[in-house]
């Protein structure tokens, strides 16, 4: 805009935004690797997963056409997934001062049994994994060691409900063609951003709630960085990130696992808002032994604010 602006300095400041898009290309969140990738063909033993935030499960928060828990459940089982990992496995309740108690966990173990028969069923706080292949085992990532010490405690209105607020990550090690891998299912906290709405709770400032998102959002990577450092499986880290591509926290992300956008088709990946996407906050990173043969984003249907991540793979 200065440059338009300013006639006798235009064709010195001309190059000023060129040199700044290439500079910032790679934190656009532009796709430009799909111009030429062409995934791998998917083997006749290929799996689907499927990963989506469902936007506080079953209540009816998207607006627009109301939905029903089983409006939920018929979408779940038209994906046809192998291996679901979904984020929001609760309710909220957006009314109560305190911004740790609005989050509400919810049952829905006898339903999720009666719809997903063949399927196990792994639940860990807001985070739930569904695999109809053999499940060899599973637990949460704790967060709170990389906690501040005055942050390490569970608040008060999470107290019934602690992973709500200890664990951002399921990992469930599942056998895929004969190969043990650890699906991660991710939903790290959202990005500081009340000293952008000026808003805060009765007893916490802005400047507190924001620091607390900061700290807990960096912990989250650092559990998932240490627990993948140790983990000599083949790995598959999917979920609601809740990090754009030109966050530098993504560089928390270990070296070892590779963020599969180059299979994506769109050249402008974007998961949310669904009504009109804007930003990339889900994402897949596998390691370099995980074949992605097909990787596409699915509108909702109007269940959730969140593109849904339906991915084609394979165990090399």
Do not use: C
């Not at 994906?79 to 309740?93: G, R, S, T």
């Not at 942050?151 to 602690?162: H, I, M, S």
């Amino acid at each position: 805009m200065a440059a338009l602006l300013t006639r006798s300095m235009r064709r010195r400041l001309a190059p000023v935004p060129l040199i700044a898009l290439l500079l910032g290309a790679g934190s656009s969140g532009i796709n430009v690797a799909t111009v030429w990738y062409t995934p791998p063909p998917a083997p006749a033993d290929a799996v689907t997963m499927v990963t989506w935030n469902t936007e506080y499960w079953d209540q009816d928060l998207a607006g627009g056409e109301p939905r029903s828990t089983a409006d939920l459940y018929e979408f779940l089982r038209r994906q046809d997934a192998d291996v679901y990992m979904l984020q929001e496995y609760a309710h909220v309740d957006v009314t109560l001062a305190d911004t740790f108690a609005q989050a509400l966990a919810i049952d829905h173990e006898a339903r999720l049994r009666e719809t997903f028969p063949e399927y196990e069923i792994v639940i860990a706080g807001r985070n739930i994994t569904l695999s109809r292949l053999p499940v060899v085992g599973h637990h949460w990532l704790d967060s709170t060691p990389w906690l501040p010490e005055d942050l390490k405690d569970v608040p008060p209105g999470l107290r019934d409900r602690p992973l709500f607020y200890q664990s951002q990550t399921l990992r469930t090690d599942i056998t895929v063609n004969d190969e043990v891998v650890s699906f991660y299912n991710s939903h790290i906290y959202q990005p500081p951003q009340r000293i952008f709405r000026l808003r805060n709770d009765p007893d916490r400032s802005m400047f507190e709630i924001d620091r607390f998102n900061f700290e807990i959002r960096k912990a989250s990577y650092e559990a998932i960085a240490a627990d993948v450092a140790q983990n000599e499986n083949l790995i598959v880290l999917a979920g609601d990130l809740n990090t754009s591509p030109a966050m530098g926290i993504f560089r928390m992300i270990p070296d070892r696992l590779v963020d599969q956008t180059r299979a994506l088709p769109e050249i402008y990946p974007a998961t949310w808002p669904i009504a009109r996407p804007a930003w990339r906050l889900d994402w897949l990173f596998t390691t370099a032994d995980v074949r992605v043969s097909r990787y596409e984003l699915r509108d909702a249907g109007g269940l959730s604010d969140h593109k849904v991540q339906r991915v084609v793979l394979s165990a090399r």
